[in-house]
């Protein structure tokens, strides 16, 4: 009796030291199986072509962070609301189909103006949904309403670090309940912790990364798409002269690494708009973005309108969008 309670003993550690030994067996995975996963991934489309093509076809679920930033008036929340309401485009016409968490630490998030950019989706998918002519195409389009798009955001007013903190801490748990959540956008990121930690810097870029931590899990548990918005800070040259300052996105060297992509928004330069566009004036001139930081597309950029209907390219040479 005492041999087999010895054996059985032995048996079980063996058996606990065999697993302890192996603590990567079962999670590894071939890069054919990331492959094939990545390639059935759906984008999320900013309606701007050009700016999708520079992406490789949109803002990619598990694809990292997107770091959208710029001057204020460039349109980062435009984009961003844009993003909210188009991944709600159905199946058929391409689209993800699932939902939005938008985290606002500014009251940028408008609903009278995502109304608008609502409304112009629904337009744009009745028109495909003729131009297709088919019964599945207008039952697509028909489950698509300013109704249904209100209601696929879940909005989180924040007012500062610890409220912004504590939604992203408890991001995990909330995508549980609403499995159907495909993106994720903090508008802005910037605003809390440049308010909260105005002389602790070190303090600022621990915490910093640790959101960026846990926003990148995140993306890889959930298989959504996540969008943050900076703001733009001068970077003053060597020796605090004003010879080669520079304007770029707040936050540091230390936040810079963490976005897998990096956009930065402005307003396009006269050099980069075409001729027959040059009489664009006030809210219709163009925007440019710039893809400035990217781990698998080259670098670029694209010219984009703000419009009534929501983000949109910029018109071609006959007048409509290209």
Request: with cysteine.
């Amino acid at each position: 009796g005492n041999i087999n309670t010895h054996e059985g003993f032995s048996h079980h550690t063996n058996a606990h030291t065999h697993t302890a030994r192996n603590p990567l067996a079962g999670i590894g995975e071939s890069a054919l199986d990331m492959y094939v996963s990545n390639e059935k991934k759906k984008p999320i489309f900013t309606f701007v072509q050009s700016l999708d093509n520079m992406l490789g076809g949109g803002v990619m679920p598990a694809g990292g962070i997107y770091e959208i930033a710029g001057v204020p008036g460039t349109g980062k929340t435009q984009i961003c609301m844009q993003l909210a309401a188009n991944t709600q485009i159905p199946a058929y016409y391409e689209g993800v189909g699932r939902e939005a968490v938008y985290i606002d630490s500014e009251g940028s998030f408008l609903v009278e103006r995502f109304a608008q950019i609502s409304r112009g989706l629904c337009a744009h998918l009745n028109m495909l949904s003729t131009h297709h002519g088919t019964k599945e195409a207008l039952e697509a389009a028909n489950k698509v309403s300013l109704k249904t798009l209100l209601e696929g955001v879940h909005i989180f007013r924040v007012f500062d670090y610890v409220e912004q903190m504590a939604v992203i801490t408890h991001l995990d748990a909330y995508i549980q309940q609403h499995p159907n959540i495909g993106l994720v956008v903090i508008d802005s990121l910037t605003f809390p912790y440049r308010h909260s930690f105005t002389d602790r810097m070190a303090e600022r870029s621990q915490a910093l990364l640790q959101v960026g931590a846990v926003l990148n899990a995140l993306a890889v548990k959930h298989n959504v798409a996540v969008v943050v918005t900076n703001q733009m800070t001068t970077k003053v040259g060597k020796n605090g002269q004003d010879d080669g300052s520079l304007i770029v996105p707040a936050l540091g060297d230390s936040w810079a690494h963490v976005p897998t992509c990096r956009l930065v928004l402005d307003w396009a330069p006269i050099s980069s708009v075409p001729s027959y566009l040059h009489h664009l004036q006030g809210s219709d001139r163009l925007r440019i973005a710039r893809l400035v930081k990217s781990n698998c597309q080259a670098s670029g950029t694209a010219l984009y309108q703000v419009k009534m209907e929501g983000v949109r390219d910029a018109p071609n040479e006959e007048g409509s969008c290209m």
